[in-house]
């Protein structure tokens, strides 16, 4: 099949989930560099507030006399309210203007920000991370669909570009900042800057988007209230149970969550079906989760950023334990001040992945995938070598650093990568609802990831030390690693003839979000 007869067998299933082809550009002013810098800004945020509380996680147990389960939960908690709302908010903003649910959704993550910081127990705490996590679902997905509405050519390219490296660099940037700000301990406020510094980035992303054109999609989807509902039920009984489970002995309870969850989600897709036959348009509909390119892309996104999360939860706790539990005793500055490197090799193939693709095409997924492993294994190692050896802080620290930043420089060209490949595969008529549900996968994922990583690390490291626990979660990761990489082979064979002709490096991004 020719490109042209691809791209029009392509057009041809537009209005399919009600929005035309392409979205109307003509009548809509560009978006400038400070408004576009707003909307990163507000992306930004999503990944900057997990990698933030990620690495103040020891600081606010001690404080809070919160147990590992909690913690688990102030992570779990904020990727639950995320993933809940992220499609139903993508159809607000397509009908009431994505400027205005963005500017609103940002007012209220910097509403929750401020009062999370002066909370005094860790049940008010988790809980108002949550509406954090509301309030980020809400900004979240009218960054991207104002991004498709106000450019193109070009100009589009570069904004997607830069959209996908501030969200792959968000959590190590959080990281980092969060050290800073808790090393300052500014008038013996602890970690309670950490999420007043949310304040101040939401306040700066909402002056910049003053001027961001107001858009509309020209043929609105209804809510589906039920179905988001029983969706955000689903996650988040998962979510929890996997959260709670590990540390409490996996009671009864736990596992009837689970098994909760299970059916919600049957529940979901049967009504999912229904409403999509009655001629309705669903939350997330079941001929979009048909396409064979998108269920791989769902489930190497759930993999990838399991994997992600839980490496980064797990480090930070490994890093800040005391030397008597087996950990390198760091303080939450220096813990952050460890995940530079990472960052840095991050940002840097994020850089060179538009070339590499263009070299090699897809395939650069699966060199990544397999780079992470080297890395992962090699920290493992590392690890278990250390522990053995009584080695002190400073020599554990330095040696993971080089595993460390090729596991950062691995992450970086898989994931862009696999969401192109997918992209190409999926009609351009449901581009913006396959983003949003790669986008729900990612939070619940990253949830999911600090309550397997985490649990398997707080298990090893209970009875062998921090460091051999850290160790044996990043082995977990690795295994995730390799999921990723069969996952990959079978993405390649469903490339289109379009593809084979030629590696591409255009991102097809309209939409409805």
Same mark, same amino acid.
Do not use: K
């Given at each position: 099949?020719? /490109?042209?007869?691809?791209?029009?067998?392509?057009?041809?299933?537009?209005?399919?989930?009600?929005?035309?082809?392409?979205?109307?550009?003509?009548?809509?002013?560009?978006?400038?560099?400070?408004?576009?810098?707003?909307?990163?800004?507000?992306?930004?945020?999503?990944?900057?507030?997990?990698?933030?509380?990620?690495?103040?996680?020891?600081?606010?147990?001690?404080?809070?006399?919160?147990?590992?389960?909690?913690?688990?939960?102030?992570?779990?908690?904020?990727?639950?309210?995320?993933?809940?709302?992220?499609?139903?908010?993508? &159809?607000?903003?397509?009908?009431? *203007? &994505?400027? $205005?649910?963005?500017?609103?959704?940002?007012?209220?993550?910097?509403?929750?920000?401020?009062?999370?910081?002066?909370?005094?127990?860790?049940? /008010?705490?988790?809980? #108002?991370?949550?509406?954090?996590?509301?309030?980020?679902?809400?900004?979240?997905?009218?960054?991207?669909?104002?991004?498709?509405?106000?450019? /193109?050519? +070009?100009?589009?390219?570069?904004?997607?570009?830069?959209?996908?490296?501030?969200?792959?660099?968000?959590?190590?940037?959080?990281?980092?900042?969060?050290?800073?700000?808790?090393?300052?301990?500014?008038?013996?406020?602890?970690?309670?800057?950490?999420?007043?510094?949310?304040?101040?980035?939401?306040?700066?992303?909402?002056?910049?988007?003053?001027?961001?054109?107001?858009?509309?999609? +020209? /043929?609105?989807?209804?809510?589906?209230?039920?179905?988001?509902?029983?969706?955000?039920?689903?996650?988040?009984?998962?979510?929890?149970?996997?959260?709670?489970?590990?540390?409490?002995?996996?009671?009864?309870?736990?596992?009837?969550?689970?098994?909760?969850?299970?059916?919600?989600?049957?529940?979901?897709?049967?009504?999912? &079906?229904?409403?999509?036959?009655?001629?309705?348009?669903? #939350? +997330?509909?079941?001929?979009?989760?048909?396409?064979?390119?998108?269920?791989?892309?769902?489930?190497?996104?759930?993999?990838?950023?399991?994997?992600?999360?839980?490496?980064?939860?797990?480090?930070?706790?490994?890093?800040?334990?005391?030397?008597?539990?087996?950990?390198?005793?760091?303080?939450?500055?220096?813990?952050?001040? $460890?995940?530079?490197?990472?960052?840095?090799?991050?940002?840097?193939?994020?850089?060179?992945?538009?070339?590499? =693709? $263009?070299?090699? *095409?897809?395939?650069?997924?699966?060199?990544?995938?397999?780079?992470?492993?080297?890395?992962?294994?090699?920290?493992?190692?590392?690890?278990?070598?250390?522990?053995?050896?009584?080695?002190?802080?400073? $020599?554990?620290?330095?040696?993971?650093?080089?595993?460390?930043?090729?596991?950062?420089?691995?992450?970086?060209? =898989?994931?862009?990568?696999?969401?192109?490949?997918? =992209?190409?595969?999926?009609?351009?008529?449901?581009?913006?609802?396959?983003?949003?549900?790669?986008?729900?996968?990612?939070?619940?994922?990253?949830?999911?990831?600090?309550?397997?990583?985490?649990?398997?690390?707080?298990?090893?490291?209970?009875?062998?030390?921090?460091?051999?626990?850290?160790?044996?979660?990043?082995?977990?990761?690795?295994?995730?690693?390799?999921?990723?990489?069969?996952?990959?082979?079978?993405?390649?064979?469903?490339?289109?003839?379009?593809?084979?002709?030629?590696?591409?490096?255009?991102?097809?991004?309209?939409?409805?979000?």
């Amino acid at each position: 099949m020719s /490109t042209t007869d691809l791209d029009a067998s392509r057009r041809s299933q537009a209005g399919r989930h009600g929005e035309p082809s392409q979205p109307p550009h003509s009548d809509q002013p560009d978006l400038t560099a400070s408004g576009l810098a707003g909307l990163l800004l507000g992306g930004l945020l999503s990944t900057y507030t997990f990698g933030s509380i990620n690495d103040a996680l020891p600081v606010i147990g001690r404080d809070l006399g919160a147990s590992g389960a909690e913690l688990s939960l102030l992570l779990g908690g904020f990727a639950c309210g995320f993933a809940a709302v992220l499609i139903i908010a993508g &159809r607000l903003g397509d009908r009431f *203007g &994505r400027r $205005t649910v963005f500017r609103i959704g940002i007012v209220a993550f910097a509403v929750a920000s401020a009062a999370a910081g002066f909370s005094t127990g860790i049940e /008010t705490l988790i809980a #108002l991370r949550v509406v954090q996590g509301l309030a980020a679902g809400a900004f979240m997905p009218q960054v991207l669909s104002t991004i498709q509405a106000t450019t /193109t050519g +070009a100009a589009r390219v570069r904004a997607v570009s830069a959209y996908a490296a501030v969200l792959g660099c968000g959590t190590g940037v959080g990281q980092v900042l969060a050290g800073a700000l808790i090393g300052l301990d500014l008038g013996g406020t602890g970690w309670r800057p950490v999420l007043w510094s949310g304040v101040l980035l939401a306040g700066v992303a909402l002056l910049a988007t003053v001027r961001v054109p107001q858009t509309r999609s +020209a /043929t609105p989807s209804s809510a589906d209230l039920p179905g988001a509902i029983m969706m955000a039920l689903s996650i988040a009984a998962l979510v929890y149970a996997l959260s709670i489970g590990p540390s409490a002995a996996w009671p009864p309870w736990s596992m009837i969550m689970i098994g909760g969850a299970v059916v919600l989600a049957v529940i979901f897709y049967r009504h999912e &079906r229904r409403t999509e036959r009655s001629g309705r348009i669903p #939350l +997330a509909p079941p001929s979009i989760l048909r396409l064979p390119a998108l269920r791989l892309g769902l489930i190497m996104a759930g993999v990838f950023f399991i994997g992600y999360g839980g490496l980064m939860n797990v480090f930070a706790l490994m890093s800040q334990s005391a030397p008597g539990e087996g950990g390198l005793g760091l303080s939450a500055m220096l813990s952050g001040v $460890t995940v530079i490197p990472f960052v840095i090799a991050y940002v840097i193939a994020s850089m060179l992945v538009g070339r590499l =693709m $263009t070299a090699l *095409g897809s395939v650069i997924m699966i060199v990544g995938a397999l780079a992470q492993i080297v890395g992962l294994v090699a920290m493992a190692i590392t690890g278990y070598l250390l522990a053995g050896a009584d080695a002190d802080r400073l $020599t554990v620290a330095v040696a993971i650093q080089i595993p460390f930043m090729i596991t950062g420089a691995a992450q970086a060209i =898989m994931f862009g990568p696999m969401m192109q490949t997918v =992209m190409v595969e999926v009609p351009v008529s449901a581009a913006g609802l396959s983003g949003g549900l790669i986008s729900t996968v990612q939070q619940t994922a990253f949830g999911l990831g600090v309550a397997i990583l985490g649990g398997v690390y707080r298990w090893i490291a209970a009875s062998s030390g921090a460091l051999i626990g850290f160790a044996t979660g990043v082995i977990t990761d690795a295994v995730a690693a390799v999921c990723f990489v069969v996952l990959a082979f079978r993405l390649r064979r469903l490339r289109s003839p379009r593809d084979q002709e030629g590696p591409s490096t255009t991102v097809r991004m309209d939409g409805p979000t």
